[in-house]
């Protein structure tokens, strides 16, 4: 008997396709962008545990020098050769920028080192060919996955800003090349960066004996360093997690597309179902068919969502691998492999939101008389108690983010408060909605108006939930468009504070005081800064400890926060010290609190000052020059700061400096070049959180399209009476069109506020938490208008269609069709 039924009811669909791509959309797309964001995040933390990987041969020790900038000597890597450590291979690392202002990392080996490095079952030469990245012109090796990232095929040549070619280009297909970094001979590399030396010196797995000679043969200024797991890992958490949080909200996005699209379905087979019951079909047999049909729409979902998701997280995984490269020099590679784990979280999800989203719909259908079933207007004549009860339900997530905001602010509470403020004024929407419309009716004292908002709160019925979650989409879409652009504005001002200084260099120890002599005997140069860095490790981590001199230009460029009164002075003449933002939240520290730091720094030491620093992964603390030469004399990383007279180029001097010193081209830069470097990596680390943003809103502007298209074709049948009885086409056009932009505003309305609220709970709760910074929301009307004009566009297409369809046609035969 379940199967005639189940026939009966699954019919529909043949009636209605439309609502396959409902249904399918809202579910399959929603587990997609949740999967894709999944798949982002394993393949990343995966990377981590690996550590450094070249040709899937893994590399956990890595030798640097201590200062940034600053090479291993050629001499020590002969040195590890001739005591046996034969597992070691040095590398060259390079940034280029290509003619399309597109940076890229190239990686510079000898190959000969690497493949005596290495096992040889782990690399197989025939496929990778190594050695012929030793002739010239010095092919470039790159994965599929980035060659198809940067739009380039095998033989192509790579045109750098400057002009000059290079290549050319071998796309190797092996899952063994999932780099997110090209690899050339370190020939090249000398080319393009004449240098002597290696950025570092990569190692494989060592016995303790070797590790023993290591160490005792490792000069000064070296140090060997372990998997960067440990360290990665939780400066990348909120990275992550904030990735996380937004792939759940596409999800839940689309399961209100879903419960929308379930709903219609549900509703316009009342008739149906009220014939089957009167034919003597029980509640279960029913209750069977449907539970069946959820069950196959879970199982399409999934398959396709897991699908769609892989191929999301491979176009997403580059700029991700990108941006988590440039913030914290971690190597990610670009190929991901489905996991089960995805698959059985999203079977989870998806099982909990059809259950959560269909389970009231489907026991009401069953549960309702034949009698009431059999009428058309059903759905309608009970839609409004049903947004009573939703809004009643939606007081209980109101009451809690009022809990939540009452407690001990954090990151986790931060994503919890917002998700229930979205999950409550969803719920909330399409009972405000219903009552303007009924309150507009009742006070209009025009027929046509009055019918008009009397319809649209009838129409609620079908698209209510679709602009439930529009509104949701663009709430969400506006909060991240305000939170990223106050981030940009507010970092791009701070950096135009820092970086007061017309040129930047980073010397090393022993050169810093005769660049510094020769640079005050310059002309064309006004004044000379120097600041020390260190890190240091503590109790609470790793402190990056800086020192500043005492001039006034130095206080200007210093973006305070807070401060005690005469901060500067007793910064430099008391045992005092100013901290970041990020480290005196995290420590709760206030100004006059006294403090313990690490040796050789010791105890009590008094909080003078708190300052923004939106540039620094660590705590740093600020101390004066005297201080700096009191604990770490001779150590830390040199910088020099050079102001210009007024109307000197900063060419000229750029160019005497490179020939008299000898420095290496990135030790050296302009105000302008590290601004623009700077804001580069902003602009790329949030790219991936734009495009989920935008694709949460097309999910939702598609549901939308969709259920408005689903609805007004079945409401053909009231069109064609009202075309039959003498309503013309414009008209016809300005109801449903009409209808729609109402919403459409309403929904609008609704949406621009909660976005902004949502905006600022990014900026003050989980932007705060996550890395420790505050800052002031701003806005952006232009970026609002294009936003909500686009969706709006939409509504009105969905709307037009079917009335313009039904116009195009004959009255009597669409009225005959209705039936």
Known sequence: MLRPVASALWGHYRRHPLQIVLVWLGLTLGIALLVGVMGVNQQAKESYRKGEQLFSNPFPYRIRHVQVGMNVPQGFYIQMRRAGLKTCAPLVEHRIITEKQRDFQLLGIDPVAILGAVQNNVIDESKINLLQLMRPPYPIMLGEHLANYMG???????????????????????????????????????????????????????????????????????????????????????????????????????????????????????????????????????????????????????????????????????SVAASLNDLYNANVGLQVHWNWQWGAA????????????????????????????????????????????????????????????????????????????????????????????????????????????????????????????????????????????????????WLEQRLAADIYIRPSMNMAPRISKWLQQQPEVDQVWWSRQKATRSNNGTIQVMSIGQTAGEQKALSVKVGLNNYWQQLHHDRAVMVSESMALKHHWQPGDIIN?????????????????????????????????????????????????????????????????????????????????????????????????????????????????????????????????????????????GQLLVIGLMTALIALPLGLLLAQLLIDVVLKYSFGWTMQVQYFPFDYFMTLGTALLALLVAGAWPVWRLVHRSAILSLRESF
């Open 152 to 318: 380039l095929k095998s033989g192509d040549m790579l045109t750098l800003n400057s002009g000059r070619k290079i290549g050319p280009m071998k796309v190797v297909n092996d899952s063994r090349m999932n780099d997110s970094r090209m690899i050339a001979d370190m020939a090249l590399l000398r080319e393009l960066q004449p240098s002597s030396g290696f950025s570092a010196v990569v190692c494989g797995e060592m016995s303790s004996k070797q590790l023993m000679k290591l160490t005792h043969i490792l000069p000064p200024g070296l140090t060997l360093e372990r998997q960067q797991n440990a360290k990665l890992e939780p400066l990348t958490k909120a990275f992550h997690l904030n990735l996380f949080a937004m792939g759940m909200l596409a999800f839940v996005v689309g399961l209100f597309i879903f419960y929308q699209a379930m709903s219609l379905s549900l509703a316009q087979r009342q008739p149906l179902v009220g014939i089957l019951r009167q034919l003597g079909v029980s509640g279960t047999q029913l209750a069977g068919a449907l539970i069946g049909e959820l069950c196959l729409w879970v199982l399409v979902g999934l398959v396709g969502g897991n699908l769609i998701g892989l191929l999301l997280a491979q176009q997403l995984l580059p």
């Open 346 to 493: 999203s079977l989870a999800i998806a099982i909990f939101g059809c259950a959560f989203a269909c389970t009231w719909p489907v026991v009401r259908l069953i549960k309702s008389p034949p009698a009431r079933l059999a009428t058309h207007l059903s759905l309608v004549r009970f839609s409004g108690r049903e947004f009573a009860w939703q809004a009643l339900f939606s007081c209980v997530f109101i009451i809690g983010a009022v809990v939540v905001y009452k407690l001990s602010h954090g990151q986790l509470t931060g994503f919890v408060l917002i998700a229930f403020i979205l999950i409550a004024s969803g719920l909330m929407m399409p009972y405000l909605l219903w009552l303007l419309f009924h309150f507009l009716g009742n006070i209009s004292s025009k027929a046509r108006m009055r019918w008009f908002f009397f319809d649209a709160a009838a129409s609620l019925s079908y698209r209510g939930i679709a602009a439930m979650a529009f509104m949701l989409a663009l709430a969400s879409n506006i909060g991240m468009e305000t939170m990223v652009g106050s981030f940009r504005n507010t970092t791009e001002n």
């Open 597 to 737: 730091l690490p040796a050789p720094m010791n105890q009590k030491w008094r909080v003078v000052g708190i300052y923004y620093d939106y540039g620094n992964p660590y705590g740093q603390v600020l101390i004066s020059q005297q201080k700096w030469q009191r604990f770490w004399p001779h150590s830390g990383q040199v910088g020099l700061a050079i102001h210009l007279k007024k109307g000197a180029k900063s060419e000229l001097l750029l160019a005497k400096l490179g020939e008299r010193f000898l420095l290496q081209p990135e030790r050296i830069r302009n105000n302008s070049a590290l601004m623009k470097q700077a804001m580069t990596v902003f602009d790329r680390t949030f790219v991936v959180t734009s495009t989920l943003g935008n694709l949460t809103l097309f999910i939702a502007v598609c549901g939308l399209f969709f259920a408005t298209i689903a609805g007004e074709i079945s409401r053909q049948r009231q069109y064609s009476l009202l075309r039959c009885m003498g309503m013309t086409s414009i008209e016809l056009s300005l109801l449903g069109g």
